[in-house]
């Protein structure tokens, strides 16, 4: 996506590259605790991880991770690419960054909903970086 189709403000493009930051640091404390490594830097895993249900019987919050990172592998690269770019000022379009955000908060979302029991009537967390996210620079939404 070209930086036209989304035209950012610099106060956008400052506001997307800090949640793109932000959210990336948790997805890489995820998916470090998910293949079990210790990397420096890593922040720790969030605690809502180890609130989540069983889905079978045994089943842990590395189990329920891993099974998440290796679904969504593409996409945790994808993240992480966008991250490389802006985090060491190479160039990635506003469309691309634009992208990468929302592509980030889905995937904390998905990291929570997938671990979530079929039978759960509801699911609620308050998360506004996520809402934020997913709303950043959809044609329509304000950013």
Known sequence: MSSEATGLTQA????????????????????AYAYDE???????????????P??????????RLLRWANVFADELTFVRAARNSVAH??????????????AA???????????SSEEEEGLSF???????????AKPGLPA
């Open 12 to 31: 956008q493009r400052d506001r997307a590259t800090a949640l793109l930051l932000n959210m990336n640091e948790e997805l890489e404390a995820l998916r």
């Open 38 to 52: 210790v990397r420096p830097g890593v922040a720790p895993v969030p605690e809502w991880v180890f609130d989540l």
């Open 54 to 63: 069983e889905i079978v019987p045994s089943d842990t919050p590395r189990a």
């Open 89 to 102: 000022a190479r160039y990635i379009s506003d469309g691309d960054l634009a992208i990468s955000v929302r």
């Open 105 to 115: 908060a889905r995937l904390l979302l998905y990291a929570r909903v997938s671990s």
């Open 126 to 136: 308050n998360d506004r970086r996520i809402a934020e996210a997913l709303r950043f």
